[in-house]
């Protein structure tokens, strides 16, 4: 007899355009579109002491501020067991990523973060170690002249 194996498959749910009852404790959010290549333009953060959110901001565009008619491809998991919080962008380039990590690392909810780049620079992955588990909800903003991935965090 064969033992049985045991595995969870995670929790998924596609980016949108609006912010809804879609948080999770574990699982991946996918959405966007493979494009031109972008630059990670700023990463914005803001804590909603009422509503006990904090949320992160990603503005993604061009430098020249061409209107974007679609946000680039995202892929975010969210591992609990591992306390981890990985965000992936296809065809997303970045300069500066110590800006990133600093900003990053003034969270409540973060105890480190890593930038790493693809060899040609068109990949970008950040990773960041969570100080305990969190709820998250992800979704896109309406592009006004960038496309802006939200983050939004609370405790369990």
């Known amino acids: 007899m064969l033992p049985l194996l045991s595995f969870s498959i995670p929790s998924y749910r596609p980016l949108t355009y609006k912010k809804g009852d879609s948080s ?5 959010y996918q959405g966007g579109k493979l494009g031109r290549t972008l630059d990670l333009l700023a ?29 680039p491809l995202v892929h975010i998991a969210l591992d609990r067991s591992r306390e981890t919080l990985t965000l992936d962008m296809k065809k997303v380039k970045i300069e ?10 003034n969270s409540q909810f973060v105890s480190s973060a890593k930038v790493f780049k693809s060899p040609a620079g068109y990949e ?17 903003m309406t592009p006004k002249k960038n496309s802006r991935l939200v983050l939004d965090l609370s405790k369990m």
């Open 24 to 28: 999770m404790i574990e699982g991946v």
């Open 43 to 71: 990463v914005r953060k803001r804590f909603y002491p009422k509503s006990k959110i904090e949320r992160w901001i990603f503005d993604i565009g061009l430098h020249k501020g061409h209107y974007l008619d679609s946000p």
């Open 96 to 105: 500066d990523e110590g800006k990133i990590v600093r900003g990053l690392l």
């Open 124 to 140: 970008l992955t950040i990773e960041v170690k969570l100080k305990k588990p969190i709820q998250l909800n992800a979704f896109f």
